[in-house]
């Protein structure tokens, strides 16, 4: 009868997923936009590490994207990046120490 209901009324997935989003249903629903941060701590590529560690505390991410001189992604520097450039940490600029290409995925 529910079947035949939603059928009738034309409830597809999408209705689920907004209107039963804490569900087991409604998180397999989830959209990435759904669940990311739209306010990534941006450094650029030439930043000196000093400055790429301020803006990763300020907002509590504990990752910061690199962004080339047209606005682009090209790379993140993660705590991972941070460990593994520990010696001469503070010599270094964004551009050293970033993981380049990240992979992303869009928000739908």
Request: charged share 20%.
């Given at each position: 009868?529910?079947i035949?209901?939603?059928?009738?009324?034309?409830?597809?997935?999408?209705?689920?997923?907004?209107?039963?989003?804490?569900?087991?249903?409604?998180?397999?629903?989830?959209?990435?936009?759904?669940?990311?941060?739209?306010?990534?701590?941006?450094?650029?590529?030439d930043?000196?590490?000093?400055?790429?560690?301020?803006?990763?505390?300020?907002?509590?991410?504990?990752?910061?994207?690199?962004?080339?001189?047209?606005?682009?992604?090209?790379?993140?520097?993660?705590?991972?990046?941070?460990?593994?450039?520990?010696?001469?940490?503070?010599?270094?600029?964004?551009?050293?120490?970033?993981?380049?290409?990240?992979?992303?995925?869009?928000p739908?």
């Open positions: 009868l529910a035949a209901l939603m059928e009738h009324r034309r409830f597809t997935p999408e209705h689920f997923r907004t209107f039963h989003p804490g569900g087991k249903l409604g998180a397999l629903l989830a959209k990435v936009g759904d669940l990311m941060h739209t306010d990534l701590p941006l450094v650029g590529l930043a000196p590490m000093s400055e790429a560690l301020l803006v990763i505390s300020q907002k509590g991410y504990g990752v910061t994207g690199v962004v080339d001189g047209d606005g682009a992604l090209a790379g993140i520097i993660t705590d991972g990046d941070l460990r593994r450039h520990m010696q001469g940490l503070l010599d270094l600029d964004a551009r050293a120490v970033m993981t380049p290409a990240p992979r992303t995925i869009a739908g």
